[in-house]
Structure formats: structure tokens, C-alpha cells
């Protein structure tokens, strides 16, 4: 329960139809629900937290598989759903996967899909401690992953004064997509972004020892997570467009569509990147880079208030939070 | 980790092309998949174990909207999975479901879903933790569940000289099912067996408490599952099934296939029961009745060896597992 005192009414999530849908079934469940909304439900232990989060890919919603193959399907699930404990600051401890797949497919192609998702667990140290395979009329991997957070850290932490902070390139998945969608093959460092993001566990587990407040994974787009952010720790954001770290194949992307790369980025899901707001006195960006071998970039400011302000050459853009295309 | 020590070329599971799958992943993720094969994965703890399990139900597959209404289909899929923490002793500490829906569905539909998974969970005591949403082609519920077990009870412990038991009653969710599939509705004892499965919790707990030496639950049916719980302990069991335990719904329906009752309900799958085994001593299932509330009923023997007899007036009769219609 990462909420325990707050009420359905009052569920810390940013706008939008799916975010409307969640908190209508927190509603509904009442205090059966307890632990619904951040990235991880949590269970209190003697020595911290263990964190649950589960996560589901549907092919046709989250992947084609013209784009990509099964094993990046497998891998792919099962890095989204660790990266709910990066962003919980949790150290993992298992992985479970419930795999469909129609009935014509080949059994080699599931042996793929699980050995994406075995290879994505073992890069942070876990193993597949269970799964589950059924037919169905398309694929679909649900993967639930476990880890122990000493010192959980959730969306609701941060405080008006804090900076607002991300870990490595942003914009590279939806860069990807944007190219299928053109008929064109991503360039090489868009597709790895899309098809094979890396856990950022040891980012996680390093922001919560220095002092992270509150801190969301980037799955929903930077235009989506920050309002979630803000909802939860009932705090103002303001984000510095211009300061976005971008992954290479932003800016050609960004350029087709005629829109500024950062507000490309920014609009962008599936990064799985880490947003943290750390105290102002911070200044460990460069030990962060040198131990976890990504950048750590301040992008923003908390302030009092309630709302998000995405700021882009001293303008105020309007930005949309990501959808999935299926 | 339930079987460290064990390859996976010894994978301790009865035959058939779904185990065969399952035997060619945990091969394939070799140290990576070590927790494979049981009903839960285990993470050892300070004071016993952790056990979790995952379980996907599909529209089409498990369950099909004609037949049962949304809230049945979130309790079907929940206790399914809790099914699996009963037979290893666990006591529930929470739910996560993963919900795949038609971008066309109500969200009543959604709501209703999650309420009734929030039912199951709390029937036993566990909140959920956790969830996700996806639209996709047809229904799909993956649930985790997370339990506490002090003395986990896998597979793999029956000895030879033991007896076999086995809780409640076999049988009615296949009458169920054979009923929809001649077109007619299915009387009322056997829907609810089939649509409202009540989680063993308690029985598996009280079990694991009274020298439950292994325990597997009744999903892939009698026939399927006493194969896998032989495998697993390396043991040879006999089942008499003169001594089955009905449900009132069973002998209608196996007379009209022309079968006899017994045999029915040992290749009927998703009775949700609990199948066990004990020392020769026990002899406590008055006792177990009047705290679960159901029967335990004996219904075999472990001998040295490696089949499964299925006995019927004297005579060894060949039984298959139970498939999914879909």
C-alpha cells in the first residue's frame, strides 16, 4: 500500500480517459484496492519493502511484430515491468510470466519470447520464478516482477524547491515508432531504445540512497509522468524544455513532424527512463553518470501548486501525455 | 526456487504437449528459470518463504461471456491463481491483475472485472496490489499472487507407503462445461464450480500444518495432476476411483456421455481442489472437515515406482488430462 491514508477521491493521478478508468476502479474496490496507483503496490517487511508491479504487452497495442522479434517481445515485456522498480528504488527479485499465443504459433517462437524475457531478468540479477502459457488470438506477455526496497520511493515525495531531474536520452522509442509508421526502418539507436531498454535498476537504487523524494518511471511520456508526479506529491512542476537530453534520433523525427525535438521527446512513451525530484542542494550528477554510466540531467523545478508547466524558449507549450497506437 | 537441485532435462511434470513446452523453456532458460515447474516460485525468507505464482485466463479459452457474467470472470481468474498458493501452505499477502480488454468494451465491464478479483482476494484476506490495463483483441485476466508460506509443501515430497486425499468435491466445473457445450444451461451447483471457485486456502494452510508431505491443486484435472505430483516426488501412486468425491451435478452428465462418473470427474479439469498426500498415520480428516468446512477424502496410494494406475472395480483404466476448450 503505497497511499494507505488517501482516499479513491482523491487518487493521485494526472488527466486522461485511461487514468479516469483506474481511478473508478480504485473507487470500486475501496480499501480491497489499497494499493493501487504508483508504480508499485508495496508490503511492508522488517527490513523495508517488497514492491509488486505487473505490466502487460499486447501485440498489436505495445508491439508488431513486423517491427520487431520475440525475443525483444520478451524482452522488451519484462524490462517495462522491472522499470516499475527502478522506479521504486527496489533491487529485484524475480520475475513471473504469463504468456498467450495463438494456436497456430511455433513453439520456437515462444521459446524466443521467454528467452527475451529470461535475458532481461537475468541483466538485473533475477530469475523467472514462475509463468504461465495459454492460447489466444494474439500474443500477449504478462510479466509481474519483485524486488525489495529498503527505502521505497514514490511518486509522492516531493516537495516545492526540489529540482526536478531524469536519467539518460529521451525521445528514442517514439522516434522508432514514428519511422514504422513512415513505412522506413528506425536507425539503429532508435530501434534499441524501442525493442531493448535497459532496466535502469542500479539508476534507481542509487537515486533512492541520495535522497530522491518522489520518483515515476517514464512510460507514459515525460508529458504524462510529470503529471502523475505533481498529482501525487500535490506539488507544481515547471519543466525546462530546452534542457531535455536527446537520444540522436530525435531531432530528424521531430523535423518531419514539424515540432520542436523536446516537445517530440517529451510527448514520447516507453522511454523507461527515471523522473526523480531531489532536494536543491543536490549536486551528485556527475557521481550518478560515472557509477550507473548514464547522464542525469535537471529538466525542472517543483513549486507549490497543482499544475505542470512545460516551458520551451520562455513559451508555455501544451503537451499531450502518450498513447499507445493499437 | 522450488527444485534447485534438479536439471532441466529431469523436469519432474506428467506428459503432454503443454508440459513438453513448459520442459523446453526451463531448458532453454536453464539457471535463469530455476524456479519452473511447481505451483508457486518460492524466495526463501528469515521465517520460511515467499510463493508466488501467475495465471492468465483467456476469453475463448477459460471462460466465454455466454456463460458467465464480468464479475464471475475476475473471481474465476483470481481464485485460480490463489488456487495455486493453497497448494503450496501459503497465506495470501495481496492480488495484481493485469486486464486485457476489447477497445470496444464498457467500462462497467472493466469495474465489474475488477470488483469481482477484488472479491476473490479479499474472500482470503489479500488486498491487490497492483494492475494494468491494455486494450487488445478479446478478454484476458493475468493475475499474480503473493504469498507467506512457513513450510512451503511442493510437488515433490510423497513417499511411498503414503496416502492420497484429496479436498471437497471433484467434478462440477466439467459438468458445467459439458452442459454449455450441449446447449443447455448447467444446474446451479455445478455453475457455481465452475464460475465462483472458493480458494482452498484454509485446507492448504490446515494441510501444510497436519504433514502434508506434497500438494498440487486441481487445475489441469485428477488425471493430469496426480501424473505431475508422481513425476515431481518420483513415486508411483494408485487412484481408486470408486472413491472419488462427486459433485451432485457429475453422475447426469457422465451418463449422458456414456462414461462412468468417477472417470468424468478425474479428466474434468479446474475443480480447484487440493490433491495431497500423507503419511499412512494420518488420520485426521474428521477434523479437517470440521475446520475447512469440506471433506478430505482418501482416494489412494503412493507406492515405489513411476505411474499413476487409475483403478475402477479392479480394473486399471486409461484416463486422459484435461484440455481447455479453446
Redesign the interface.
Known amino acids: ?1 503505497t497511499h494507505p491514508t488517501r482516499g479513491a477521491e482523491s487518487l493521485a493521478l494526472g488527466s486522461g480517459p ?1 487514468f479516469d ?2 481511478r ?2 480504485i473507487q ?2 475501496g ?6 496507483g504508483d508504480d ?4 511492508p517487511t ?1 527490513d523495508g519493502s ?1 514492491a ?7 501485440e ?3 508491439f508488431r511484430l513486423d517491427w520487431i522479434g520475440f525475443p525483444d517481445v520478451g524482452w522488451r515485456a519484462t524490462a517495462a515491468a522491472l522499470s516499475d522498480l527502478a522506479a521504486e528504488g527496489a533491487s529485484p ?2 520475475v ?5 499465443m495463438p ?1 497456430h504459433a511455433a ?1 520456437s517462437q ?2 524466443d519470447v ?2 527475451g524475457a ?2 532481461a ?2 541483466s538485473v540479477g533475477a ?12 500474443w ?1 506477455v ?1 510479466v ?1 516482477v ?1 524486488g525489495r526496497a529498503p527505502r521505497p520511493v514514490t511518486r509522492a515525495g516531493s516537495q516545492p524547491g526540489d529540482h526536478l531531474w531524469v536519467t539518460g536520452t529521451l525521445g528514442g522509442s517514439r522516434a522508432a515508432l514514428e519511422a514504422w509508421r513512415r513505412g522506413e526502418p528506425p536507425d539503429p539507436e532508435s530501434l534499441k531504445r524501442y525493442a531493448h531498454p535497459e532496466p535502469r535498476i542500479t539508476a534507481g537504487r542509487w537515486l533512492a540512497e541520495h535522497g530522491a523524494r518522489a520518483m515515476i518511471d517514464l512510460s507514459d511520456g515525460l508529458a504524462g509522468d510529470a503529471r502523475h508526479l505533481a498529482a501525487a506529491s500535490a506539488v507544481a512542476i515547471d519543466v525546462e524544455l530546452n534542457a531535455l537530453p536527446l537520444d540522436a534520433g530525435v531531432c530528424r523525427e521531430a523535423g518531419r513532424l514539424g515540432v520542436p525535438a523536446a516537445q517530440f521527446a517529451a510527448e514520447g512513451g516507453e522511454d523507461f527512463e527515471l523522473l526523480t525530484t531531489l532536494p536543491s542542494s543536490f549536486d551528485g550528477a556527475a557521481d550518478f553518470s560515472r557509477e550507473c554510466g548514464i547522464p542525469l540531467t535537471r529538466i525542472g523545478t517543483v513549486r507549490a501548486g497543482s499544475d505542470v508547466r512545460f516551458l520551451h524558449d520562455g513559451v508555455t507549450l501544451i503537451l499531450q501525455g502518450f498513447s ?1 497506437f ?1
Open positions: 500500500m485511461e478508468r483506474i473508478k476502479i470500486e474496490l480499501a480491497r484496492g489499497a494499493g493501487l508499485c503496490g508495496l508490503i522488517a517488497l509488486l508491479s505487473t505490466d502487460v504487452s499486447v498489436g497495442v505495445h527479485l524475480g513471473l510470466c504469463a504468456v498467450t494456436a513453439e515462444l521459446i521467454m528467452s529470461g535475458a531478468a537475468a530469475p523467472v520464478l514462475g509463468g504461465d502459457l495459454s492460447s489466444g488470438r494474439g500477449s504478462a509481474t519483485i499507445h493499437g
